[in-house]
């Protein structure tokens, strides 16, 4: 799937290593809800099953690669996938740093979006955000999602705790 200048694509062995290396960067963990490493095996093994079915496993990891530059610069989450409910929950990193703020996000989340709504044909998507992940906030907030709630100190971390905010995007049709 391309859309401008990004292309999102199914996982290949060759990604193990960038995989290995972010879902390992303790600076994403509070993000994603991480508490401990990612063995090599682990990811090893999960990307020899990404080829099934979001039907079968309930989730999809894309890479995000930047089609001029020809590198991947990070990966976008359908998770929480519901078939009869018709919904999804997403979640992207953008781990290379000089590729942020500079509208790459926007291109992938905006292609998956399309993805889901015209191809896996749901009804509506959600992500979580913390609070002070205002990047995040602001991508999903111009790329269409509505806040629809606030999770008072729902996450713990060294500093305290953080409130979670949750967005959805319903099908427009």
């Not at 955000?129 to 990047?135: F, G, K």
Request: include cysteine; proline fraction near 2%.
């Amino acid at each position: 799937m391309k859309y401008k200048d990004i292309r999102l694509r199914a996982l290949e062995p060759e990604d193990l290593e960038l995989l290995y290396n972010w879902e390992n960067n303790l600076s994403y963990w509070v993000i994603s809800n991480t508490v401990s490493p990612f063995s090599k095996y682990t990811l090893k093994r999960y990307v020899e099953n990404s080829h099934k079915s979001i039907y079968e496993t309930g989730q999809l990891r894309l890479m995000v690669d930047h089609i001029h530059d020809k590198v991947s610069i990070g990966t976008i989450d359908i998770f929480e996938f519901d078939a009869f409910h018709k919904r999804a929950g997403l979640g992207i990193l953008i781990a290379n740093e000089e590729y942020r703020r500079k509208g790459y996000a926007t291109m992938a989340l905006t292609c998956l979006v399309d993805y889901c709504f015209k191809t896996l044909q749901l009804h509506q998507l959600y992500c979580n955000i913390l609070t002070n992940n205002c990047e995040s906030i602001d991508l999903f907030k111009k790329t269409g999602f509505v806040e629809t709630g606030v999770k008072k100190e729902w996450i713990k971390t060294s500093d305290g705790y953080l409130d979670e905010h949750m967005f959805q995007l319903i099908n427009p049709k």
